[in-house]
């Protein structure tokens, strides 16, 4: 993603909900990335704990963090998101350390942000921001979370198409006004992963792609071989006559997102071989049907199943990294090597 | 659900996997319950730390517990649960502390178990363990947990009735073979909930019932006044415009546990009054449509939305409490007081 950032003339502010760790954050510093993006203020804290002084909260301000945002804009560079005049009012009532306001954009997700077409909504904000004098308009920024419908690496393509000349105009809207120079930011994996053109654009954060997972194989912007993590679990029942083994990961380990299987009927994960070195190929065939809390269903051909016993490990590979990863406190590599994960980088 | 156990004659050993706190295991206590039923080795070790010294891990016995499984038994009374020989082997083969061994039934959920009417795979369970000196075979316990698939009292009941008639008709198998005295042990929630009738039962282990969810007003095993917890979540966004809410309250904070509204559409939860003395009245038409990591997209009728602002805190009941309650490392009371709750209670 580095190589592709310069390749493209872009920054990278890779995303650290995915893995929320400060060893992994490490390795993308080891790759020039000096600002990080975050999902909460807890997680801010949490990285600016480790050393990094440029972070981006990419989640709509509330007044109820406004104390510990403070906090941490008189330690780091702090850019904050908004989309509404509500929240920049609390912000700028606030005699508060120097912030970086970046205006929230929907570009056709229509989770937050202001409408891409509402341009009497972006200019009001843009000068209420302007008029606070410890406020920086930093630019628009935008998360086209509705690549995840799309399929495919043309239709990956066409959002991202559709979303950064949606993101320009707006930024077009408010040169008009006299708003100049202002960053334009974008980020998901799989527009990040699949465009090559990123023009108009300032910055990408991107942050599942550190793990992948199969949604992300579903939908294209990558293959079965990027897949980074998997959750080890043990084996604690087998049923030849049912051609299913239970496991020792249920719910509160995997997490319940799902992706239909060719009848529509939801699945929870796949089998991921475990080879001495890494992950192995992708056992789509051997797909959890089902979770309890603490319990997997997985079903197993024949052939795969007269091979498994009570205490074996098997290794399942998540729909969802983002999701799966937060429910645990660490990783462990091939190599035995434990790398932390922050616990509390959720909300509080 | 002690009113309702005494009144059967059956013993409560109630499920802590919802509430994973010594204090409300402690309510339990006070309501006479002296053994407690735990989901991993991980939770009974914490319930054993904080007192409890009758404990039953409801989940399949393997072979990388062993050692933790035996310092508990030093400690404490504990039953464990097989349903296969090679764990029996595994437990015989240890030189190790007296342990309950319950052979786990299904008796028509398929997930763990020996099948109801696998007459010789029962007895060849039972002789298993009978021949191990250190170990006790206690009896047999299943989980109906296909009475979550049952809708309204009636069906829920059949289920009861289907499931206690094979629980009992295995134990008379293992009656025949010589096996006598053993112990019958069931519990789900729905079931617990609505059967009157336990004839032949010796033990109910219900844990959802604590605080119940809106699955549970689905089945019809509670009210939708019985609704014990929910999630306390901020408004960050406020959209008129397409009659939603955006709250900060993600599937890393609820789970994406999910039922179907009327077309088929998967809901993450719904509002909940929050009254000063508790949880007030369901809003079942301000329903969670989407979440994705930290946000949650709520719809909301335009009544409703006029009076919601940037800041507010909504609640919001879970679809299911098990797996929402895991998320969390505590509970707040509507006095104020917090209430812990176990963090690693789960697979470490």
């Given at each position: 993603?580095?190589?592709?950032?310069?390749?493209?003339?872009?920054?990278?502010?890779?995303?650290?909900?995915?893995?929320?760790?400060?060893?992994?954050?490490?390795?993308?510093?080891?790759?020039?990335?000096?600002?990080?993006?975050?999902?909460?203020?807890?997680?801010?804290?949490?990285?600016?704990?480790?050393?990094?002084?440029?972070?981006?909260?990419?989640?709509?301000?509330?007044?109820?963090?406004?104390?510990?945002?403070?906090?941490?804009?008189?330690?780091?560079?702090?850019?904050?998101?908004?989309?509404?005049?509500?929240?920049?009012?609390?912000?700028?009532?606030?005699?508060?350390?120097?912030?970086?306001?970046?205006?929230?954009?929907?570009?056709?997700?229509?989770?937050?942000?202001?409408?891409?077409?509402?341009?009497?909504?972006?200019?009001?904000?843009?000068?209420?921001?302007?008029?606070?004098?410890?406020?920086?308009?930093?630019?628009?920024?935008?998360?086209?979370?509705?690549?995840?419908?799309?399929?495919?690496?043309?239709?990956?393509?066409?959002?991202?198409?559709?979303?950064?000349?949606?993101?320009?105009?707006?930024?077009?809207?408010?040169?008009?006004?006299?708003?100049?120079?202002?960053?334009?930011?974008?980020?998901?994996?799989?527009?990040?992963?699949?465009?090559?053109?990123?023009?108009?654009?300032?910055?990408?954060?991107?942050?599942?792609?550190?793990?992948?997972?199969?949604?992300?194989?579903?939908?294209?912007?990558?293959?079965?071989?990027?897949?980074?993590?998997?959750?080890?679990?043990?084996?604690?029942?087998?049923?030849?006559?049912?051609?299913?083994?239970?496991?020792?990961?249920?719910?509160?380990?995997?997490?319940?997102?799902?992706?239909?299987?060719?009848?529509?009927?939801?699945?929870?994960?796949?089998?991921?071989?475990?080879?001495a070195e890494g992950l192995g190929a992708l056992r789509d065939e051997c797909v959890v049907t089902a979770l309890s809390q603490e319990h997997g269903v997985v079903r197993?051909?024949?052939?795969?199943?007269?091979?498994?016993?009570?205490?074996?490990?098997?290794?399942?590979a998540p729909v969802h990294a983002c999701l799966t990863c937060d429910l645990h406190d660490g990783y462990t590599t091939f190599d035995g090597t434990t790398i932390e994960?922050?616990?509390?980088?959720?909300?509080?």
């Open positions: 993603m580095a190589t592709r950032a310069r390749a493209a003339g872009v920054r990278l502010r890779p995303h650290a909900k995915t893995h929320q760790s400060a060893t992994l954050a490490g390795w993308f510093h080891d790759h020039g990335a000096r600002g990080i993006t975050v999902s909460s203020t807890a997680m801010a804290e949490a990285f600016a704990a480790h050393g990094w002084t440029d972070i981006t909260i990419a989640f709509p301000v509330q007044p109820r963090d406004l104390e510990a945002i403070d906090a941490l804009a008189r330690r780091v560079q702090l850019g904050v998101l908004v989309d509404a005049l509500p929240a920049v009012e609390a912000l700028a009532a606030r005699d508060a350390a120097r912030l970086r306001v970046w205006i929230k954009v929907d570009v056709g997700y229509h989770r937050c942000g202001v409408p891409h077409d509402d341009a009497s909504g972006l200019a009001a904000l843009a000068r209420a921001i302007d008029a606070a004098p410890h406020l920086e308009l930093a630019g628009l920024l935008t998360h086209a979370g509705h690549s995840y419908a799309a399929t495919g690496a043309e239709a990956i393509r066409a959002v991202h198409r559709e979303s950064s000349a949606r993101l320009r105009a707006a930024a077009g809207r408010l040169h008009a006004c006299g708003f100049d120079d202002l960053a334009v930011s974008v980020g998901d994996t799989p527009t990040c992963s699949i465009a090559r053109d990123f023009d108009g654009i300032d910055e990408i954060r991107p942050g599942n792609f550190v793990f992948h997972d199969l949604m992300q194989v579903a939908i294209g912007s990558c293959s079965a071989a990027d897949i980074g993590v998997a959750l080890a679990c043990p084996v604690v029942g087998v049923y030849p006559g049912r051609g299913e083994i239970v496991v020792h990961g249920g719910a509160v380990h995997l997490g319940k997102e799902s992706l239909p299987d060719a009848d529509g009927r939801p699945t929870y994960g796949c089998l991921i071989d475990l080879a197993v051909p024949p052939a795969r199943l007269r091979g498994l016993r009570i205490g074996d490990l098997v290794a399942i994960r922050l616990h509390g980088g959720r909300w509080r």
